[in-house]
């Protein structure tokens, strides 16, 4: 049985943790209202290269109550998403980070929004600076290996989370 925070989380439903993508279609505020009382938010983020945007939306996620920041780490490049390739006519747009996909011959979606703005420059020492803005417990999310794992711990993490983006980004 799971604990968090002293309870199970299969007696009470309101306790299981939802992770909240900067790629979702609502805004983060409207996600956390729809919650239950006492519902716990993580923010799922993808660091934005206009690193005041990131900054912004860190002291938002703290002052909305998440309670933690999964740094989104095996996605510096967007996977091949062939499914997006295939939408032509449907723009994407994600309403926490802003970003809006375009569509072409070549199709548009969640892979195109996340080339516009993702930091590929995301590196070891960003992590103290996440942590330092958000004041915030930060979490690696996608570590692909155990070295990359022991890393995270001497960098600061408070945790880490195993992830398939790496499955889908790596492979192609």
């Known amino acids: 049985m799971c604990e968090l925070y002293g309870q199970s989380v299969l007696q009470d439903p309101s306790s299981m943790i939802l992770q909240i993508s900067s790629n979702a279609s609502y805004s983060l505020s409207s996600i956390v209202e729809a919650g239950r009382p006492n519902q716990p ?3 799922q983020l993808y ?14 996620a703290r002052d909305l109550g998440v309670k933690a920041i999964l740094v989104t780490v095996d996605a510096p490049v967007a996977g091949k998403r ?15 980070s802003g970003a809006v996909a375009g569509n072409d ?11 516009q703005y993702v ?14 803005v958000s ?13 990359d794992a022991k890393m995270a711990v001497e960098w600061g993490a408070d945790g880490i989370m195993l992830s398939n983006h790496g499955g889908r980004s790596l492979d192609t």
């Not at 011959?105 to 969640?110: L, P, R, V």
């Not at 004041?135 to 070295?147: D, E, I, R």
């Open 119 to 132: 930091d590929k420059t995301l590196n070891w020492k960003d992590l103290k600076w996440i942590k330092e």
């Open 135 to 147: 004041g915030l417990p930060v979490v690696l999310k996608g570590v692909q290996s155990a070295a």
């Open 41 to 43: 938010f993580f923010l």
């Open 82 to 96: 062939e499914a997006d390739e295939r939408v032509a006519t449907i723009a994407v747009a994600a309403a926490i």
């Open 105 to 115: 011959k070549k199709g548009g979606g969640m892979g195109r929004i996340m080339a």
């Open 47 to 60: 660091v934005n290269s206009d690193r005041p945007k990131t900054a912004e939306l860190l002291i938002k």
